[in-house]
């Protein structure tokens, strides 16, 4: 079973737009478990997706020949936008974009041609947006989601420890979490 992150609701919400979702953080924080739970779920919703890796070579060396190779590595080619809008995307989930020779090429290649009948969600290492192959800002093209380690109330969830969920909630909103002492001065 693949746990739930809070920011999973965020990249929902910004799925129906057409612009990129990045993933981005540390190794070992999850985002190739967010993928595969979007595949999931968008699996379940009947939609036209496809799970790929950059660490495969034979999809990396294609998709840095050409970024449009990339359909060469799934069983339908979408039409570009100038050709054809379809009424329904299709989602391509990318592990570890980074790897491209030029990632920003590829994104806004792919946008440019496809915008609106391809939608990518991709993961990347946080080095990726200070990687000297970053050149271009992508600007109205992405959106970044910087997904950090769990949080207190993130790793209270995991251990399936609700009642704590629910100290940690109070004490953020200003309440108190456990019992609380208060020392009083005596006035002289």
Same mark, same amino acid.
């Given at each position: 079973m693949i746990r739930q992150r809070h920011i999973n609701s965020q990249i929902i919400r910004h799925i129906p737009g057409k612009r990129h979702a990045i993933i981005t953080g !540390?190794?070992?924080?999850? *985002? &190739?478990?967010? %993928?595969?739970? =979007?595949?999931?779920? %968008? &699996?379940?919703?009947? #939609?036209?997706?496809?799970?790929?890796?950059?660490e495969d070579y034979r999809i990396l060396d294609s998709v840095n020949? +050409?970024?449009? *190779?990339?359909? $060469? +590595?799934?069983?339908?080619?979408?039409?570009? &936008?100038? @050709?054809? &809008? =379809?009424?329904?995307?299709?989602?391509?989930?990318? $592990?570890?974009? @980074?790897? !491209?020779?030029?990632?920003?090429?590829?994104? #806004?290649?792919?946008?440019d041609q496809y915008e609106g009948n391809v939608k990518i969600i991709a993961t990347s290492s946080s080095a990726f947006y200070i990687d000297r192959n970053f050149i271009d800002s992508l600007a109205g093209r992405k959106r970044i989601f910087n997904l950090s380690s769990l949080s207190l109330e993130e790793y209270i969830e995991f251990q399936a420890r609700p009642d704590k969920v629910l100290a940690h909630k109070r004490s953020e909103r200003g309440g108190f979490y456990g019992r609380r002492a208060v020392r009083r001065r005596k006035s002289i």
């Open positions: !540390a190794r070992q924080v999850g *985002k &190739t478990s967010i %993928l595969r739970w =979007l595949f999931e779920k %968008l &699996t379940r919703e009947n #939609k036209q997706v496809w799970y790929l890796t950059f020949l +050409h970024p449009s *190779k990339i359909f $060469d +590595h799934i069983p339908v080619t979408p039409p570009t &936008t100038l @050709q054809q &809008t =379809l009424e329904h995307p299709i989602y391509l989930l990318i $592990d570890e974009v @980074q790897y !491209a020779r030029n990632p920003t090429n590829f994104l #806004k290649f792919i946008y």
